[in-house]
Nanobody
Framework: QPQLVESGGGLVQSGGSLRLSCEAS????????ITWFRQAPGKSREGVSC????????DYADFVKGRFTISRDNAKNTVYLQMDDLKPEDTANYYC????????????????????WGQGTQVTVSS
């Protein structure tokens, strides 16, 4: 059964760092584009960062550029999101999602394109 499991969330002070992991199982995640999304209380879910299957094509939302770094280890079926210089406005539930068929980060934040979703991991940044 295809599954994505996020981990690594927690409580951190403003300016701190966290590394999220998204581990895939039950499908060949190596050929899927993986994207991180987040949803804060009372807000719509929004795209954060995307990484294509080979890890060459990467994109970030403007509000995380220069602070977050996405990477993947296909041998471990895992995608990472290194989050540095965290701000209170980064507080949200972070989800990873996988889509096939488009092996780039083109139109990566259109949520309807994603086949598999994780349950999310909570990130809370205190001021």
């Amino acid at each position: 059964q295809p599954q994505l499991v996020e981990s690594g969330g927690g409580l951190v002070q403003s300016g701190g760092s966290l590394r999220l992991s998204c581990e895939a199982s039950g499908f060949n995640s190596r050929i899927y584009t993986i994207t991180w999304f987040r949803q804060a209380p009372g807000k719509s879910r929004e795209g954060v960062s995307c990484i294509a299957p080979r890890g060459v094509d990467i994109d970030y939302a403007d509000f995380v550029k220069g602070r977050f770094t996405i990477s993947r280890d296909n041998a471990k079926n895992t995608v990472y999101l290194q989050m540095d210089d965290l701000k209170p406005e980064d507080t949200a539930n972070y989800y990873c999602a996988a889509r096939g068929g488009i092996h780039t980060c083109t139109d990566e934040f259109t949520q309807g394109n994603y086949l598999y979703w994780g349950q999310g991991t909570q990130v809370t940044v205190s001021s």
